[in-house]
């Protein structure tokens, strides 16, 4: 008799109990891992959004409210990655395009524990930087969700050309 994979799962030969257990701790263990030193939560909640980078590693995406609180207490190295340029936000260290960041490595800081925030104007080029300096083993990297476009339409100072 052939059973379908309807008749398995009704039948007490399926154990669901050890299968859902162990999905559980996975996730437990994912969900456990230590997230990089974030400000305090803005008014919607969120902090940080970790995003994994293919070959290990991860970035974490902030919003604007974020990095306006950290931008209090800056402690990192800030880097306008668009390309071409339209403009920045204060207190900027370093403008280094995006597709260029691997050529360009010997101007991010030596120490790769070091905090680096990238933007861009939507944050798509920030993220391709993000995950090269993740790639050449970067381990505290922040990119602006949204770029620049959000960081002014959140209402904080941007400077135009």
Partial sequence: MRLTWKDNLRSSRFVWGPILAGMFVL??????????????????????????????????DILAEELNVMLEEKDFFFVNVHIPYEGEIPDTDAFIPFDQVAARIDEFPDNEEAKIVLYCRSGSMGAIAARELVKQGYTSIYNLDGGFRAWDSAGFEFIQP
């Fill in 27 to 60: 996730v437990l263990a994912a969900c456990g891992s230590a997230a990089p030193d974030l400000p305090s939560p803005p008014a919607s909640g969120r902090v940080g959004q970790v995003v994994p980078v293919d070959g290990g590693g991860a970035y974490t």
